[in-house]
């Protein structure tokens, strides 16, 4: 998170972070299940 040029706002960087906890955690079918619902929601 800190390569050249990147910049991050505070709640930017937690969120990047607590996407990066849930990969390793092997939890990111848990990700994809909330987008794909959230996607379908704002669809209908």
Do not use: H, Y
Not at 23 to 38: A, F, H, M, P, Y
């Amino acid at each position: 998170m800190k390569q050249s040029g990147q910049r991050w706002s505070r709640r930017g960087a937690q969120n990047m972070l607590n996407l990066r906890v849930t990969k390793k955690n092997n939890r990111w079918s848990k990700i994809v299940e909330l987008v794909k619902e959230d996607f379908f929601r704002e669809a209908a």
